[in-house]
């Protein structure tokens, strides 16, 4: 079955910068697309960006396309989502999740199970 | 972008009764090639990731239970569950992906009376 597992939860100081890993398993990996979103307290759910786990291409939104690069090391199965520039407003649960189809690439059918970042002086 | 506002922001209804969470886009997900609505609806449960519910507006994921449906077309959609079950606290969440940025609704809370 898929399997999406996230590094450990994170405390950062402002200004820093982030990694959240996602290793996949279960699947082929390079066939489906992973994306990245964030759940900040009391807030709705915010699509980061995307990549194509096949050549690398990425997409980001366009709140997050100056600090946030997503990357994938095919060997290993896994994704990651480096942030820079963290402030406060950064605090969030962060989801690596996996695409349906690519006739739906941007329905999330298979979540990980969340990494909070956590930026505080 | 398409800006996805869900009502009400939260629902507390008996068990056996039903719940009904509205959803509305900006603009239209009807996508044009296909007559589809990419449209989309996640269940989270506390502290858990969201877990896809119903995608274009009115499949079920497998294994969903029959009581969760979907409905509507254009900009206007609704997530109905006929007979709310303990297990169904949970908050609720509309999503777009028709066109990118994919966006969500709020979410709406949903508990047992």
């Known amino acids: 079955q898929v399997l999406l597992v996230q590094s450990g939860a994170e405390v950062k100081k402002p200004g820093a910068s982030v990694t959240v890993s996602c290793k996949a398993s279960?699947?082929?990996?390079?066939?489906?697309?992973m994306h990245w979103v964030r759940q900040a307290p009391g807030q709705r759910l915010e699509w980061m960006g995307w990549i194509d786990t096949g050549n690398g291409n990425t997409e980001y939104s366009e709140k997050f396309q100056d600090r946030v690069t997503i990357t994938r090391d095919t060997s290993a199965t896994t994704v990651s989502m480096e942030m820079s520039s963290l402030r406060s407003e950064d605090t969030a649960v962060y989801y690596c999740a996996r695409m349906a189809t690519w006739t739906q690439l941007w329905l999330l059918a298979h979540w990980g199970q969340g990494t909070l970042v956590t930026v505080s002086s | 972008d398409i800006v996805m506002t869900q009502s009400p922001d939260s629902l507390v209804v008996s068990l056996g009764e039903r719940a009904t969470i509205n959803c509305k886009s900006s603009?239209?997900?009807?996508?044009?090639?296909?007559?589809?609505?990419?449209l989309a609806w996640y269940q989270q449960r506390p502290g858990q990731p969201p877990k896809v519910l119903i995608y274009?507006?009115?499949i079920r994921e497998s294994g969903v239970p029959d009581r969760f449906s979907g409905s509507g077309s254009g900009t206007d959609f609704t997530l109905n569950i006929s007979s709310l079950q303990a297990e169904d606290v949970a908050v609720y969440h509309c999503q777009q992906y028709n066109t990118s940025p994919p966006s969500f609704g709020g979410g709406t809370k949903v508990e047992i009376k």
């Open positions: 603009q239209s997900v009807l996508h044009s090639s296909n007559n589809k609505n990419y």
């Open positions: 274009w507006a009115s």
């Open positions: 279960g699947y082929s990996f390079t066939s489906y697309a």
